[in-house]
């Protein structure tokens, strides 16, 4: 008979294995589902998860469906390590997005340099502004910051909707809710020529070390480390709460702003709709698979992107769903979930016990 | 611990009915070679015990020693790797504590498991096979706890019971199940003198009634007052028996930590210091709703000498402690001064500048962050006193040099200053928090029970270092509820009773059994609101 044994402390082996036993039990998984779908399983997973990797091209589609999330996933990372729950990341990647396009929309026509360096300081602030909501109602009202972040998420989407309907509709666009396209001087250049990846990949990268630096380096992140590990000792220490709470979303909010602002100044070139693709609710699931750890993020964006691309294939040459990617996030994010539970436990097969008495 | 005021029975000659083991019956509870292997640890080593009917055995040994292990073996909430135990004669495996009680094995945990917003009957019904009747069951209740001399109203809710009280409604549990063992984890260490000695009556009487009964305890001085015959545990092994009657504290100390004990020096303090700490009519309500208001305390502590409070826990500490520290401000600056700076609405870290540090009584997840390293910990307090943070950024160097100076001075048993806090005994990181608070050479330091759960030899080590600080002009203030460690370390002793402090007193001009009347609330002068209510404790 199995059964679960504490272990005398939490396994380090196990905090980085247990991702991947989650990636393996998602393969499987998606081998069930596709059989169940009636497509060859073996055919399903080649589509899924190796045509993405098969060329230069197909790998640059790869980075680029990454680095929104990773962008996304540090900044949330940094808050979730001093248990700052800020789950609209999504809302303030539209955010970021929103206050780019103002910027370029604004300067239209402009050839100068400085108007790119704008948008990107543009975008963090617009994201770090709708964060800036729950962080206030957390601070003065005790409204939990959960459920304002979440909300907020559709107010941005009806907020992004608005404007391409209304005011910031492209004349020319024949009706279609987008905003007109930026000029050469809003867009972030190639990073690869013949592919659409682009700076804002860089600009991630940065982040990223930047992101690492802060929470192993600095006192503010050894601060925030110490409050999602021990409330009770970052109060007598005396770090303060709200100080906190701010750092959290205001970072978690200005690194999804500039993911916003690398999409639409990236592969859209154009503000819409349909800007806000998920990524923000993507990236929790990142920063978790990634052990909230910069570089363990960097691992699971490209795992998660390539689930993103995996279910696009699917789509095109297996004619399943495109739900079919939420789904593998969905067993993804179950899987770790249940994996997590072997770095406090430990398997053990024990004898069936001899009745005492 | 040795030649000091002992606290409880001793110093109050006790009626010995020592009715003393019952020879001829077979041994109630005999282990025989009992060993629990964890993963990292070897907690208990072929430990042999023997208990009789009417015998009151005490088990004797510091933090560690593998007592509480052992204990929960017999009571069936752990079993052992290797060994047998035998029950009235019989080979026996104890599956679970419901067959442990159904063998007639009760135990009394140094942590009460009550629930607070229930009444005293309801919560021994929980306890209790079936769904008795109420009624019934408060009539049980009562006639149990006059026979032993225990009263209690079995329809009072918890949370409006002192801890005494609450320890009467644990054994009162035990004893409605006609336990022929009973097993008592460090049952005195929320208890007033006057308390103690009651409960030593009623075990007294269980014995002379033919229960046996296992004592868990540290304290030296009641298991001499109390027990027949003593185990002594150290390191999970066997290290001796012995029969208190025939030992000194110190003898049987030697035995419990395998050395001779160290002695503390005080010398007597310096007059006229400068005031460091005022607290000036502070008044205070609780956030927590079962917790104690402050109400109007006053309080100097100078420079150059230790005073203490004492008190039976729950009595207002965590709240004069935390509005002391800046965990919780006030609305006013006035009440709380220190080094003559209005500080009560001061947040911790403002007054950790001002000179304040302070040892908060909770090890892990307060005084320390248990996942990090010494080091890491070592920047939670020290961080700005030791500028070991510059433009924003650690500085691990000077972390780890400060962490690594804490641990040598103090002389903290670890792996260095990457070992996690988790990683070390009570003792090793209460030195270690100690010696991080100390070493910031504070102008007041502030100690919430220096040495509760902490080894003979390390509290020792813990006390001297306070005295040698006062030495060195820093004022200290002790909370805490080991009367003989006051008694051992202040030059002046107050005590807090339902949220208000009593007048400090000289330690040379008061005692024991003094100090003990004023810990329910009742010293010359305290209004009869407050001597009033807590009265009930004393009856305890």
């Known amino acids: 008979m199995l059964e679960l044994e504490a272990r005398a402390e939490p396994s380090r082996l196990m905090s980085w294995l247990s991702p991947l036993l989650a990636v393996v039990l998602m393969l499987g998984g998606g081998l069930l589902v596709f059989s169940a779908l009636g497509k060859d399983p073996i055919e399903g997973f080649r589509v899924f998860f190796l045509n993405p990797l098969k060329d230069v091209y197909s790998l640059s589609e790869l980075l680029l469906k990454a680095t929104p999330l990773m962008l996304c996933a540090i900044g949330l990372a940094i808050g979730f390590r001093a248990n700052v729950w800020n789950i609209g990341a999504e809302g303030q990647f539209m955010l970021g997005a929103v206050a780019a396009t103002g910027v370029a929309l604004y300067f239209d026509g402009s050839e100068s340099g400085l108007l ?31 459920l ?154 490209l795992l998660m992107a390539l689930l993103y691309i995996g279910g696009e294939q699917a789509q095109q040459y297996l004619n399943l769903p495109s739900s079919i990617s939420m789904v593998f996030q969905g067993m993804l994010l179950f899987f770790l979930l249940g994996a997590d539970v072997l770095i406090n436990y430990r398997l053990r097969l024990r004898r069936r016990a001899v009745g005492g008495n | 611990m040795s030649q000091r005021s002992a606290p409880s029975a001793a110093s109050a000659p ?76 019989k080979e026996v495996q104890v599956d679970n504590p419901a067959h442990a009680r159904q063998l007639g094995i009760g135990m009394v945990f140094q942590h009460f498991s009550l629930f607070e917003t229930l009444t005293v009957a309801e919560n021994v ?34 949370h409006a019971l002192s801890v005494g009280e609450r320890q009467r409604v644990e054994i009162i549990r035990c004893l409605l199940q006609d336990p022929r063992l009973l097993i008592m984890d460090e049952p005195t260490s929320v208890l007033t003198p006057q308390a103690v000695r009651k409960l030593f009556e009623t075990l007294r009487q269980l014995a002379a009634e033919g229960c046996a009964i296992l004592y868990i305890s540290h304290k030296l001085d009641e298991i001499q007052a109390l027990c027949h015959t003593a185990t002594v545990l150290r390191g999970g092994k ?86 002391i520290s800046g965990e919780e401000t006030l609305a006013e600056k006035f009440p709380v001064q220190i080094c003559g700076v209005e500080a009560g609405r001061l947040p911790p870290g403002q007054r950790r500048k001002l000179g304040l540090c302070f040892v908060p009584e909770e090890r892990l997840g307060r005084g320390a962050v ?73 102008a007041l330091l502030v100690c919430a029970q220096p040495t509760w759960g902490v080894d003979v030899g390390a509290a020792a080590f813990i006390r001297q270092s306070l005295i040698d ?72």
């Not at chain 1, 790119?116 to 003065?140: C, F, K």
């Not at chain 2, 804490?406 to 002389?411: Q, V, W, Y």
Request: aromatic share 8%.
């Open chain 1, 116 to 146: 790119l360096p704008a948008m990107v300081i543009a975008g963090a602030l617009g994201g770090a502004a709708w964060a800036a909501i729950p962080a206030l109602l957390r601070t003065r009202f005790n409204a939990n910051e959960i």
């Open chain 1, 148 to 301: 304002v972040s979440l909300m907020l998420v559709y107010v941005a989407q009806l907020f992004v909707s608005w404007l391409v309907f209304g005011p910031w509709k492209d004349p020319d666009g024949f009706n279609f809710p987008q905003s007109k396209m930026f000029g050469d001087a809003a867009l972030l250049p190639a990073l690869l020529d013949g592919t659409r990846l682009h700076y804002g990949f860089m600009l991630a990268i940065a982040v990223l070390v930047a992101g690492h630096a802060f929470m192993s380096r600095s006192f503010a992140g050894f601060r925030m480390r110490v409050a999602g590990e021990a409330p009770e000792a970052a109060r007598y220490a005396g770090f303060s709460t709200a100080r906190m709470i701010w750092t959290g979303l205001l970072l978690g909010g200005a690194a999804a702003g500039l993911a916003g602002m690398a999409e639409v100044a990236g592969p859209m070139g154009q503000l819409t709709d349909k800007v806000g693709s998920g990524y923000g609710f993507a990236a929790i699931i990142v920063a978790f698979v990634g052990r909230l750890n910069a570089f363990g993020i960097f691992l699971a964006s």
């Open chain 2, 14 to 89: 006790p009626v010995l009915h020592r009715a003393g083991p019952d020879l001829a019956s077979p041994p109630r509870l005999q282990l025989k070679g009992i060993s629990k292997i964890y993963p990292t640890i070897v907690a208990n080593d072929r430990i042999d015990l023997l208990v009789r009917a009417g015998e009151i055995r005490a088990i004797l040994g510091e933090n560690g020693a593998g007592k509480s292990t052992l204990m929960k073996i017999i009571y069936g909430v752990t079993r052992p790797s290797a060994g047998q135990i035998f029950w009235e004669g």
């Open chain 2, 125 to 158: 019904a929980l306890a209790l096979p079936g769904k008795p009747a109420l009624d019934e069951l408060a009539q049980r209740i009562t006639d149990v706890s006059e026979r032993y001399g225990l009263p209690i109203d079995p329809r009072r809710h918890i």
């Open chain 2, 238 to 323: 066997l290290s001796g028996e012995c029969i208190p009657a025939q030992e000194t504290p110190r003898s049987m100390a030697s035995l419990m930590i395998g050395r001779e004990l160290p002695r503390c020096e005080h010398g007597a303090a310096k007059v006229g210091g400068e005031v460091r700490l005022a607290l000036v009519g502070l008044s205070h309500a609780s956030v927590d709703p079962f917790g104690t208001d402050l109400q109007d305390i006053h309080l100097e502590v100078r420079a150059g000498e230790i005073i203490g409070i004492a008190g039976v826990s729950g009595n207002g500490q965590q709240e004069l402690l935390r509005a």
């Open chain 2, 370 to 442: 248990p996942g990090m390293s010494l080091a890491d910990n070592a920047l939670l307090t020290a961080a700005r006193r030791q500028q070991l943070v510059a433009g924003g950024f650690l500085r691990f160097g000077r972390a780890r040099a400060f962490a690594e100076r804490c641990i040598e001075t103090f002389n903290v048993k670890c792996g260095g200053p990457d070992a996690a806090a988790k990683s070390l005994s009570g003792g090793n990181l209460q030195k270690f928090i100690v010696g991080r608070e100390i070493l910031q050479a504070p």
């Open chain 2, 469 to 540: 600080l006062r030495d060195r002009g820093c004022a200290v203030l002790v909370i805490s509820e080991e009367l003989d460690e006051l008694f051992e370390i202040c030059d002046r002793i107050a005590v807090i009773a339902k949220g208000r402090l009593s007048p400090t007193r000289p330690t040379a001009a008061t005692s024991v059994e003094d100090i003990g009347v004023w810990m329910s609330g009742m010293w010359p002068g305290a209004s009869t609101d407050a001597a009033g209510t807590p009265a009930e404790t004393l009856n305890a």
